[in-house]
């Protein structure tokens, strides 16, 4: 089986349980799994380690998802990403391609696949040239305040919400659209990743967490409900 065929296969699998356990009411469906990304080139892609797991939890009590809270890693690289429908990359540092990743993540992606990237302060000059290796022909462009991911369950009329200060620049999201279908989600002077970790880390305030779940709890139900308006 092709990997576009596969990918295909296990994401309208995947797709159609979580479908149909909301239309029934129904608790009991497989787990759906997101992963974290694992990348070379002395990157911290280790970094937030609580982050994921926080906002699966998140998302199953105020979603009615049911995503697994054991997080697993998965190389930029390996045929396996086609396991998880949701993806993210955070980090502060270095990030590095190779051809053949890169070529991997663009075929997980272009056949429905979805990257969350979080800049975690220092990443931005970093990610850029990897992503255009992903889609040499594709910029990453900022999205309208009025585009869907700011709008499902949770309302952001004014985009991604401000989360840590870094150099006090505001937040911006940024896409990757292909073919009309938005493929890559970068949030930039924002740090959701940050701010979805244990109370403790970073001693966010609670309103602080509150709206990073709340926004990564939109993305959430962004890709898998494929809510659109």
Not at 19 to 42: D, E, H, M, N, T
Not at 177 to 201: K, M, P, S
């Amino acid at each position: 089986m092709s990997f576009k065929k596969s990918i295909l296969r296990k994401s309208i699998f995947t797709l159609s349980l979580l479908l149909l356990s909301i239309s029934l009411g129904s608790a009991y469906v497989p787990k759906l799994k997101i992963a974290l990304i694992k990348y070379s080139g002395g990157g911290d892609w280790y970094a937030n380690p609580t982050s994921l797991p926080n906002l699966a939890d998140f998302c199953n009590k105020q979603l009615g998802t049911n995503i697994s809270t054991d997080i697993p890693t998965v190389e930029v690289g390996s045929k396996e990403i086609v396991n998880y429908p949701f993806v993210h990359i955070t980090g502060h540092g270095n990030i590095v391609f190779s051809a053949e990743e890169a070529e991997n993540l663009r075929n997980y992606l272009v056949a429905g696949g979805f990257l969350h990237i979080s800049d975690n302060y220092g990443m931005d000059p970093f990610i850029r040239p990897q992503m255009k290796k992903v889609f040499p022909n594709l910029d990453f462009i900022e999205l309208p305040f009025s585009h869907p991911i700011y709008h499902q369950k949770y309302n952001f009329k004014k985009g991604l919400p401000k989360i840590h200060e870094h150099n006090d620049k505001i937040p911006q999201g940024f896409g990757i659209i292909y073919q009309g279908r938005l493929v890559c989600f970068y949030d930039y002077e924002c740090d959701l990743g940050d701010g979805w970790e244990d109370a403790d880390v970073h001693n966010d305030s609670k309103q602080k967490r509150i709206e990073a779940l709340q926004m990564g709890a939109n993305m959430i139900s962004y890709v898998f409900t494929l809510k659109e308006d």
